[in-house]
C-alpha cells in the first residue's frame, strides 16, 4: 500500500444549537418518536436485508447491515447491494471496479446511467463521495471493510441530500457504540486465487471512543487480465466533552486497482487498467440537547484516478485528480409536542483537473476547474393521533440550490404517513435536481470544436412520486408494497451537426413507473426469510440498466447451535446495459440475457478451550448453479467459486 502522508490543519470552529428546556410533555413525545423509528420485528438469525422504513418525510428507506452483508460474503459495495429489490449492478471482475460506469457500478429503478454524470449519490457518513471531474461515484472507494449499516433511498432526496439525489446510497461507518474493548480479524481465500483479509480494533470508555481498520482483497480473476485489487485504512475517533457536546475525526484512504479483460470476442481491445486512491476526511462537532440535536460537519475528498493503456495502447492514459471540500450544517428541533423541524445548510466546492496523454496524437490538459454549491433546506413535520394506535404524519420541506456557474434552483419535497396499528401507509413527492458537472466544461474546451453554449445549461430534474404500505401481520411476519413513478426532464445532451457547431442542450428525457414488494417472515426460531421483487416499466425502452423483472430471495437458517446456513438467489430480466451516452438521439443496442443466480455461505461459531476468542469458520460459494451471464455485452462473468476463511473476535 502506497504510504500515507496525512497533515491536519487546525480549525477553530464556533457552532451554536438552540437549547429550549425540556419538559414531560417532550420526554414523552421523544419516547414515542424512539418506539416509531426503532420498532422492528424480533430475529433469532439477522435478516438477510434488514427491511425497509419509512422517515419522517414520507420517505422509504431500505436498509443493509453489515450483518447481511457478512451472510453474503460480499466483497465489495456491488456485490453487497446486488439483492436489494430496486437495485442492479454491474461489473467486469470478482474484485475491483473498473472505472466508473458498467465496469463497476449501482442502478436504481432504472437511474444512475448518464456518463459522464450521475443520477444516484454515494455518501459516506452524509458526506458525498464522487470524482468531480467527471461527476460519477467510484465503488472502490466506497469500501465494504469500513460498513456498520448502508442506507439505501431508491427516490428523489431533495431535502435531506440535496444536488445530484435521484436515488441515495449513504454508508454509516463502524465505531465503537458500547463501553469496553474490541478486536476482530478476518481472512479468506478462494476460486481465481481469491484473497481478503481485515483487522480491526476498537475502544469506548465513559467519553472517548476509537476505531481503526485494515483491509485487503485482491484476485486474478476469472479471466485473463480480469484482476484487481483492493486496500483501505479507517481511522474514528471521538469525544465528548460534555453530555451537550461533542466531537469526532473520520479519515478513510483506500488504494485500488482493476484491470479490464476486453471482450471475450476480442472484437477490441482491453481498455487498459484503472487505478485510483483517495483520502477522506471528516470532521464533526455534535451537539445533543434535550429538544434539539445538530452536527456541523468540515470534510476534504482528495484523490485521484488513473486511466492508462486504454483500447490497448501503451502511454493512451488519461490521468484525473479531484478534490471536493465543503461543510454541512443540520439542526434537528422540536418546536413543540409531536413536532419536528429540520434546518440545515450545506456548501460544497467541487474542484478538479485531467490530463490527457497520447504516444502518437500528442498531450492535453484541463486546467483545474472549481464549482460550488450553496444550498439551505428545511422541513417540517407533525404527528397527529397515538402511535400505537392511529396517527397521521404530514411532512413538507424544500432546498433552494444556488450555483456559481448556473442558474438556481428550488426542490420542494411533501409526504404523508397514515398508520393504522400494524399498518402503515405512506405517500411522497420529491423533485430532483442534478446540475451539469464540470465535465461539461471539459467537452466544450477539450474535444468539441466551436461555441458550444456548455454555460447556458441548466440542471436535470426528476420528479419521483411514490405511495405504498407495510403490514405487521405480527411480530414474525412483514410486507410491504410500493408504487412508484419517475418522471426526468431536461437531461443534458449534444446535439450533433447540422449546423456547425454541436452543442450541448437540456433536451432529454425519461419515464419509468413500477411496484416493488417485499416480505420477511422468521416462522420458526433460527429461521429467517426474505422475499422482493420490483416490475419496471421504462421510456425509453432502452433505458440501461433498467430490467422489468427482478427477484431475490434469501434464507438464514440455524439448524443447530453455532451452526448458520445462507442462501440467496436473484433473477434479473433480460436488459440493455452499457452507459447511456449523451448524444441526442442515440438508441442503445447492447442487450444481455437474463439470469438466475444462487450463492451461499455456511459458517460455525466455536471458543476454543482457555480463549476469550470467539471464532468463526465459513465456506461460501457463489454462483451455485454455474449460471453463464453477462452484465455488459461480451463479458462473461464468473461461474461456480468457492472461499474458504475464518474470522475471530476477541471482545
Not at 183 to 192: D, L, V
Not at 403 to 430: C, D
Not at 540 to 559: H, K, M, Q, R, V
Amino acid at each position: 500500500m502506497k504510504r500515507l502522508v496525512l497533515c491536519i490543519s487546525l480549525i477553530t470552529l464556533f457552532f451554536i444549537s438552540p437549547h429550549i428546556p425540556a419538559d414531560d410533555k417532550t420526554e414523552k413525545k421523544e419516547e414515542e418518536k424512539r418506539i416509531y423509528e426503532l420498532d422492528e420485528i424480533t430475529v433469532t438469525a439477522p435478516a438477510i436485508i434488514s427491511g425497509n422504513r419509512v422517515d419522517r418525510l414520507g420517505s422509504q428507506v431500505t436498509h443493509v447491515s453489515r450483518e447481511q452483508i457478512e451472510d453474503l460474503n460480499a466483497m465489495d459495495i456491488t456485490s453487497a447491494l446486488r439483492r436489494v429489490p430496486g437495485v442492479v449492478i454491474s461489473r467486469h471482475n470478482q474484485v475491483g471496479s473498473f472505472g466508473g460506469g458498467e465496469g463497476g457500478a449501482i442502478f436504481i429503478r432504472g437511474k444512475g446511467s448518464s456518463r459522464p454524470g450521475a443520477e444516484i449519490q454515494t455518501l459516506i457518513d452524509g458526506i458525498p463521495k464522487f470524482v468531480s471531474v467527471w461527476t460519477h461515484p467510484i465503488m472502490d472507494v466506497l469500501n465494504v471493510d469500513i460498513v456498520d449499516q448502508i442506507d439505501i433511498y431508491k427516490g428523489a432526496q431533495p431535502v435531506l441530500f440535496g444536488n445530484m439525489a435521484f436515488g441515495v446510497v449513504n454508508i454509516r461507518t463502524k465505531r465503537m457504540k458500547d463501553p469496553g474493548f474490541y478486536t476482530g480479524i478476518k481472512s479468506g481465500y478462494g476460486s481465481n486465487r481469491t484473497f481478503m483479509s481485515s483487522v480491526e480494533h476498537g475502544g469506548k470508555t465513559e467519553k472517548f471512543d476509537y476505531y481503526l481498520l485494515g483491509g485487503y482483497r485482491s484476485s486474478d480473476g476469472h479471466r485473463v487480465n480480469a484482476d484487481g485489487k483492493l486496500q483501505d485504512l479507517f481511522f474514528h475517533a471521538g469525544y465528548e466533552f460534555t453530555t451537550k457536546w461533542g466531537m469526532d475525526l473520520t479519515m478513510i484512504y483506500t488504494d485500488n486497482r482493476a484491470d479490464d479483460p476486453g471482450p471475450i470476442d476480442l472484437s477490441y481491445p482491453s481498455d487498459g487498467r484503472f487505478n485510483n486512491d483517495d483520502l477522506f476526511t471528516v470532521l464533526t462537532i455534535i451537539s445533543n440537547f434535550d429538544r434539539a440535536k445538530g452536527h456541523i460537519k468540515f470534510y476534504r475528498d482528495r484523490g485521484d484516478i488513473d486511466w492508462v493503456d486504454q483500447e490497448g495502447t501503451p502511454g493512451y492514459n488519461t490521468l484525473t485528480d479531484y478534490v471536493n471540500y465543503g461543510i454541512r450544517a443540520r439542526e434537528t428541533i422540536t418546536p413543540w409536542q409531536e413536532g419536528e423541524l429540520i434546518m440545515g445548510i450545506d456548501l460544497d466546492y467541487i474542484s478538479g483537473e485531467a490530463r490527457f496523454l497520447h504516444p502518437a496524437e500528442g498531450n492535453s490538459a484541463f486546467p483545474e476547474e472549481t464549482f460550488r454549491i450553496f444550498s439551505p433546506y428545511v422541513s417540517l413535520s407533525h404527528t397527529f393521533g397515538n402511535m400505537d394506535n392511529i396517527f397521521i404524519t404530514p411532512s413538507i420541506g424544500v432546498r433552494h440550490l444556488n450555483h456559481n456557474e448556473f442558474t438556481s434552483e428550488t426542490a420542494p419535497q411533501a409526504g404523508v404517513i397514515l398508520g393504522i396499528k400494524g399498518t402503515r401507509f405512506h405517500a411522497s413527492y420529491g423533485r430532483g435536481i442534478n446540475y451539469p458537472g464540470i465535465y461539461a466544461k471539459v467537452q466544450d474546451i477539450m474535444w468539441m470544436p466551436g461555441d458550444n453554449r456548455w454555460s447556458e445549461l441548466k440542471a436535470e430534474n426528476l420528479d419521483h412520486f411514490e405511495a405504498g404500505v407495510e403490514h405487521r401481520f405480527n411480530s414474525k411476519l412483514i410486507a410491504d408494497l410500493t408504487w412508484f413513478y419517475d418522471r426526468g426532464k431536461d437531461r443534458i445532451v449534444t446535439s450533433p451537426p447540422p449546423p456547425f457547431p454541436p452543442v450541448l442542450t437540456n433536451i432529454g428525457g425519461y419515464k419509468s413507473r413500477g411496484i416493488e414488494g417485499g416480505i420477511t417472515a422468521m416462522p420458526i426460531s433460527g429461521l429467517s426469510l426474505f422475499g422482493g421483487f420490483t416490475y419496471l416499466d421504462s421510456e425509453p425502452d432502452d433505458l440501461p440498466y433498467a430490467p422489468e423483472w427482478t427477484f431475490s430471495t434469501g434464507i438464514n437458517y440455524s439448524p443447530v447451535d453455532n451452526l448458520q446456513i445462507s442462501l440467496d438467489t436473484q433473477y434479473v430480466d433480460g436488459q440493455y446495459v452499457t452507459s447511456r451516452g449523451r448524444i441526442r438521439d442515440t438508441v442503445n443496442t447492447d442487450k444481455v440475457d437474463s439470469y438466475f443466480l444462487v450463492n451461499g455461505k455456511i459458517s460455525y461459531d466455536f471458543r476454543l478451550s482457555g480463549s476469550d476468542a470467539d471464532w468463526q469458520v465459513f465456506l461460501a460459494a457463489e454462483n451455485i448453479t454455474d449460471t453463464s451471464y453477462e452484465q455488459k455485452k461480451g463479458y462473461p462473468m464468473p461461474g461456480l467459486g468457492f472461499m474458504i476463511g475464518f474470522k475471530a473476535d476477541f471482545n
